[in-house]
């Protein structure tokens, strides 16, 4: 699709990257050219326009009904993604595809369901219909499933030099990055930068956190010393920094306790109540004046909800979409959010629902199943999140659970509940036999067989990867 663009729009180039396309890109691409259309086809029937194909949106698809609705999707992606296991792709535990699946294989089972691989660019609610770079398009009903976005609190700085980790590609920069940087830490006879590039920062003591720690502690355990039988091992220090007292505030004090322990066990460095005051690319300064020497912060401290032009600003609150009981924005007639965006306050959850996968789900499904009822002006019964618990990953046989009824346990039976429960939510059973197969074979061997460095990326500002680059480049 880039080439052929390129072929009609050849001054454009040099504002492209080739290398590395992306949906901005694409849609910035597609905004030069006047001849683009959606060609969504007329029907009598009222159009619900979906805008992103997450949790939220795939489930209200799964369940709206054809015959009621004409429905079109749009992503920026072709493809779903199962964010609860990107650290497995950025650790080489899992291949990408094991955790995507594309959109319009899912779209396609159903009638009269139209995909466009686009960012909605805008909403004109007074007159019903949303822009994209191909153009605009009218609806009946808008179903706002947008989710969040990585957030580095406004430094800048942070932003620039950090390592994200929210969609397929990051995942794969930072798989990419890190065994490349062990390759050159075969290759150095320089003891300081040998440790620069064998230290690895991560912020944000959440589920990601928690789980990317102990998996590259296994790494580093099981993996790097047959992989790099000439580097000491005891040489590589992996941080992890919350800026809160405790990891995974969002579960019980037993669970942040546990997976403290574990980790602890596992020789992950712990900086609790600690924050990160800056990161040039080489050096992460933390509030307290400490030095990490270091070229990988992984950043998982937060995400901000991805507010669309043209919505009120009285319709949102801290970034996300105010909805009623019926997931409808408040203030309007036919605009619905869903998921991560939506903020959903009730009595039991006076500041929202929280951003995980369960809620998105849950509300994709009770608005897919309701907007019959809505559109024929049947009253509804108001949307009721069933909290199903919550679980984190440490490492082999180690996992931390809070379940309903208050039973909090940790160790081999929560990992096996975790591992269950994430094959059960992948998107299709192609995902879910991928995983079991490379988990298995994790398993028994102790191996990670996706160690491989196929697009490689590194941070283009990192001092040691300019030597090699340059040195490739002139001999
Ligand atoms: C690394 C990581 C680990 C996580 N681990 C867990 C976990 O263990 N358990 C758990 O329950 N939850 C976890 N979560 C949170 C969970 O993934 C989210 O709560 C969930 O994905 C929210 O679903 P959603 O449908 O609201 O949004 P998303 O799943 O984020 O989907 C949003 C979709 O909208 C699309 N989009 C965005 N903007 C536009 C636009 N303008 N136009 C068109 N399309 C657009 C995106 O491409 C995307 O497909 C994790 C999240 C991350 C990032």
Redesign the pocket.
């Known amino acids: 699709m880039i080439l052929l663009v390129s072929l009609q729009i050849p001054c454009a180039t040099d504002k492209i990257s080739f290398t590395k396309p992306n949906?901005l890109t694409i849609n910035s691409i597609m905004k030069a050219i006047d001849h683009l259309s959606l060609n969504i086809p007329d029907s009598t029937k009222p159009r619900v326009v979906i805008?992103?194909?997450?949790?939220?949106?795939?489930y209200a698809i799964k369940t709206l009904n054809s015959k009621d609705f004409q429905v079109v999707v749009?992503?920026?992606?072709n493809y779903?993604?199962f964010?609860?296991l990107?650290?497995q792709v950025a650790t080489a535990a899992l291949q990408p595809d094991a955790i995507a699946g594309p959109l319009r294989k899912i779209i396609s089972q159903k009638r009269d369901f139209h995909f466009r691989m686009?960012?909605?660019?805008s909403v004109n609610h007074q007159n019903n219909t949303i822009s994209t770079a191909a153009g605009d398009l009218r609806y009946d009903y808008l179903i706002i499933?947008?989710?969040?976005k990585t957030n580095f609190f406004g430094n800048e700085e942070i932003k620039k030099h950090a390592l994200p980790?929210?969609?397929i590609p990051d995942a794969l920069n930072l798989r990419s990055q890190l065994l490349q940087l062990f390759e050159w830490a075969g290759i150095t006879d320089d003891i300081g930068l040998r440790r620069k590039i064998m230290t690895i920062v991560l912020v944000g003591g959440g589920?990601?956190g928690v789980?990317m720690a102990g998996a590259l502690s296994e790494l580093r355990k099981y993996i790097f010393p047959k992989d790099y039988p000439g580097i000491d091992f005891s040489e590589m220090q992996i941080y992890l920094v919350e800026g809160l007292p405790r990891l995974l505030p969002a579960m019980s004090e037993k669970a942040s306790e546990r997976s403290a322990k574990d980790l602890g066990k596992m020789g992950v460095i712990l900086k609790l109540n600690t924050m990160v005051e800056s990161y040039d690319g080489k050096t992460v300064i933390l509030k307290d004046q400490e030095k990490i020497d270091t070229y990988t912060l992984i950043w998982?401290a937060g995400?901000a909800g991805?507010i669309?032009n043209g919505l009120e600003k009285e319709w949102t609150e801290k970034n996300r979409l105010l909805t009623d009981v019926n997931c409808r924005i408040k203030g309007t007639k036919n605009i619905f959010a869903?998921?991560?965006?939506a903020l959903m306050k009730s009595d039991e959850y006076p500041k929202g629902h929280p951003?995980?996968?369960?809620?998105?789900i849950q509300m994709?499904k009770y608005l897919g199943r309701n907007l019959s009822a809505i559109h024929n002006g049947v009253s509804i019964k108001p949307f009721r999140y069933k909290d199903k618990g919550s679980?984190?990953t440490i490492g082999r046989g180690k996992a931390v659970a809070d379940l309903p009824g208050n039973l909090r346990f940790g160790g081999r039976p929560a990992w096996w509940i975790w591992l269950v429960v994430h094959v059960t939510f992948l998107i299709s059973f192609r995902n879910r036999l991928l995983v079991l197969i490379n988990w298995i074979w994790n398993y028994f061997t102790f191996d990670k067989a996706n160690r491989l460095i196929i697009r490689p990326f590194i941070k283009k500002d990192l001092e040691v990867t300019k030597e090699v680059f340059e040195m490739n480049e002139k001999y």
């Open positions: 949906a805008i992103g194909a997450g949790f939220g949106g795939v749009f992503d920026e992606r779903h993604t964010q609860p990107l650290y686009l960012r909605v660019l499933a947008n989710g969040m980790l929210k969609w589920p990601t789980e998982s995400v991805n669309i869903l998921g991560d965006i951003g995980v996968a369960q809620p998105a994709g679980l984190a």
